[in-house]
DNA sequence: TCATAGATTAACTGTTTAGTTTAACCAAAA
DNA sequence: TTTTGGTTAAACTAAACAGTTAATCTATGA
């Protein structure tokens, strides 16, 4: 078997995913270093030989788990359609793609409420400042036609991100009111129908706002 | 000084709200007996004197929060008004509580989705089980007016508890993305404006949904 | 007034955890 | 062939941590 350079080896790839893993399902505080070299089938000194210590290993998931979370939020926005055409898409590509990464949102959340200065760091990498205020220029007229406000955009924005973020991070807290939610197959189709749902209610929403 | 039984002692209630403190700025796992003893201004030992170990102390502190947040979300749907008058009134209040208890969702839900077998020994003390029909009975003629089946009822409710919760959850993601909201001033004359917003954009949203 | 029970403390114990060290092994590259 | 870098097992360290112990304090009722 080759032998390359530490970066991008393979190990080094077995660990960053044992430690995503762990991470995810535990929380900073709650992850132990042991688990995520068994997960990675590793011995815990080469996990220190790869990242040296339980920060480093976190920032590095964290970084990309964070990005990864924000660049499919904020692509679609990009896109060259319409407000709702982009809000339709969003809801669908968004909620796959939660599926697929379930406990993403309340591994982030979490993180960055427990130690807020978690994304001093990586605020520069992330550059959404442009996005912020390009939306609303770029649908100015269409959003006007709705009744919102350029300072309306905040409680909308937050609005429509909600409906797709919220039930993956307070599912636990769904199950205890709805049960059925505990299975993974009720709860997937759950969120597949709300895809509708959250569209259709948006969309009514902004037809006949108050100004 | 007077001497009492241990239960509801004047120490007893100062440990409690020191743990209430730590445990919700920093979880389960990040929260340490030491700080809590610090906080409350006692020594470690009589810490376990009144709360045997860290798990007895953290489901009492547990309990309690949870019983608090579900109590206030389902009182205001017990009451007997009209289902959008319901919906004002929650939001009014809800948001008003969650100003004062601004980690209380982060801090619930991150414990239940790590250690989801938590609230198995609660489900009993919460007995919502009657409400969650009853909401949909009570109000059947007016919510079939808006287009909402009884099986469209659980996407609608938590659309509408989304509302005031998810921005307090996500607090340290929207400021990523909105610098201002780090300031208490303006996050809460935020949430304030929202209440106003959520009711307008859930009613506009009722009234002319598609079937 | 003094015996007692509960409240409180300082110091201690035992365990868990992150991180290190060492010695040996192996595969590939030089 | 020698060197180099990845890898292991195992033992170890130091610090952090939950939990215990034994002694002291204090109010009070007999």
Redesign the pocket.
Known sequence: ??????TD???RQKIFRAATEVFELKGYAG????EIADRA??????L???F????QLFMAVFQVLLKKMFEKITAIFQADLSFKEKIRLFLDQHIDFLIKNPKLPMFLLNEMSVNPSITESIKETLHYGELRDMIYEKHSKELKGYGIRKSDMPQLMITVVSMSIFPFAAREMIAVMIPQMLDNRKFNSFMLERKEFAADFIFSALKHRKK
């Open positions: 078997m080759k032998k390359t350079r530490i080896s393979h190990t992850a132990r270093m042991q089938g590793i011995n815990k000194a080469l220190h030989y790869y040296r210590s339980k920060d």
